[in-house]
């Protein structure tokens, strides 16, 4: 059974509205850029310059972080709000409007494909998100995470933090099982909310 939210799922129109205030908004959370700068510095080490996709990217801050080190960007949402502010920041940012359960781009693409805050929302298939991840991706391409996982060792503060999160529409989803289910083994780094916030990385 899904937990319910009060707020449910962000809905494009929602982002629409935010477009303009979100890096204020985004700036408010310290381990967000991080985990952002984290992606980008070991792509760059990883795989040098390459093309890298970040699917429902927000204004495009980690592609202008991708974008000064070299490599090719692509954006992908539903909000053309979004989209928009996207456009304006990243120089020469190739960009689609569509859903990440469908991405509009065929097998083995990228170099890497991101998600950041994007995909720890009440109610989404997050196996099928992943799944379309792998799918762009080239064979030994990198896939990064930074997003709202599940702790199995819970405490009393990250309960709190888990009930509150579900409110305004975020949910913990086990990534590391779900890859593993999928034939992944990742690689996860607990970077704040008591290690509920997760950078985690697979090598397809």
């Not at 030994?140 to 930074?146: E, F, K, T, V």
Request: charged share 20%; aromatic share 10%; glycine share 10%.
């Amino acid at each position: 059974m899904k937990p319910l939210s009060l707020i449910g799922i962000w809905t494009p129109r929602a982002y629409d509205r935010l477009a303009k205030s979100y890096d204020f908004f985004d700036g408010l959370s310290p381990a967000s850029d991080m985990a952002k700068e984290k992606i980008v510095e070991a792509l760059a080490k990883e795989v040098g310059t390459g093309s890298i996709l970040d699917i429902a990217c927000g204004t495009g801050t980690l592609l202008y972080k991708a974008y000064s080190k070299g490599f090719e960007t692509y954006g992908n949402a539903l909000s053309q709000g979004m989209l928009d502010q996207t456009q304006n920041k990243v120089p020469g940012v190739t960009l689609t409007k569509g859903s990440f359960t469908d991405l509009p781009y065929p097998n083995n693409h990228f170099d890497a494909v991101v998600a950041t805050n994007a995909i720890s929302a009440v109610g989404f298939d997050v196996k099928k998100i992943l799944g379309e991840m792998v799918r762009v991706c080239k064979p030994g391409g990198s896939i990064w995470l930074a997003e709202f996982g599940y702790l199995q060792e819970e405490n009393w503060r990250t309960r709190i933090m888990t009930r509150v999160s579900i409110l305004i529409g975020d949910c913990p989803y086990d990534f590391e099982n779900i890859f593993r289910e999928m034939g992944y083994a990742p690689d996860i780094e607990r970077l704040a909310m008591g290690g509920m916030y997760q950078l985690i990385h697979v090598c397809k």
